[in-house]
T-cell receptor
Framework: DGGITQSPKYLFRKEGQNVTLSCEQNLNHDAMYWYRQDPGQGLRLIYYSQIVNDFQKGDIAEGYSVSREKKESFPLTVTSAQKNPTAFYLC????????????FGPGTRLTVT | AQRVTQPEKLLSVFKGAPVELKCNYSYSGSPELFWYVQYSRQRLQLLLRHISRESIKGFTADLNKGETSFHLKKPFAQEEDSAMYYCALKTSYDKVIFGPGTSLSVIP
């Protein structure tokens, strides 16, 4: 079941600590995305990357950071500045920027106490 | 403003009954719309897109530009259709906007 992998599946952190969520894809897709999924709010875009070494803020980027040093990898760091970090995080990719069809990873559930 | 709305958070139907999940959008350009589905303990995945005008798992969706709607329909619901459904709009800024989702429960 290749495609997009996210690790770990569950992550627990203490308040005030930064934490990095992993996202890897072997689909040779140019574009990658990070979403936050909260009940009743759907998916909200955190960051997206259209190509290696480039990324843009989404709708809720505050308190998050990303990097895109390799085509296959798009890690997301949840910083201590994120006021409400406990959530389910989804990574996705698409063959190119602007392609409506996105392929999703299994998600990481982050709990910050 | 670009927006996708799904008025029903929860929708329950009996097996064999018709089902319609509503989606409305707000977009000034030419819209490209999708339905994504997330079954229990599975990944979010594309169900269908309006461009291809296809029927997937018995579901169809027609784009109505006059009513700015893209409702998802199936004539006879099955238990395996129980899932979370998201309507999505591709914008000209290379982003996809997702609606809040509708949880469909098919009662045996």
């Amino acid at each position: 079941d290749g495609g997009i992998t996210q690790s770990p599946k569950y992550l627990f952190r203490k308040e005030g600590q930064n934490v990095t969520l992993s996202c890897e894809q072997n689909l040779n897709h140019d574009a990658m995305y990070w979403y936050r999924q909260d009940p009743g709010q759907g998916l909200r875009l955190i960051y997206y990357s259209q190509i290696v070494n480039d990324f843009q803020k989404g709708d809720i980027a505050e308190g998050y950071s990303v990097s895109r040093e390799k085509k296959e990898s798009f890690p997301l760091t949840v910083t201590s500045a994120q006021k409400n970090p406990t959530a389910f995080y989804l990574c996705a990719s698409s063959i190119a920027a602007g392609a409506g069809e996105q392929y999703f990873g299994p998600g990481t559930r982050l709990t910050v106490t | 403003a670009q927006r996708v709305t799904q008025p029903e958070k929860l929708l329950s139907v009996f097996k064999g009954a018709p089902v319609e999940l509503k989606c409305n959008y707000s977009y000034s350009g030419s819209p490209e719309l999708f339905w994504y589905v997330q079954y229990s303990r599975q990944r979010l995945q594309l169900l269908l897109r309006h461009i291809s005008r296809e029927s997937i798992k018995g579901f169809t969706a027609d784009l109505n530009k006059g009513e700015t709607s893209f409702h998802l329909k199936k004539p006879f619901a099955q238990e395996e259709d129980s899932a979370m459904y998201y309507c999505a709009l591709k914008t000209s800024y290379d982003k996809v906007i997702f609606g809040p989702g509708t949880s469909l429960s098919v009662i045996p």
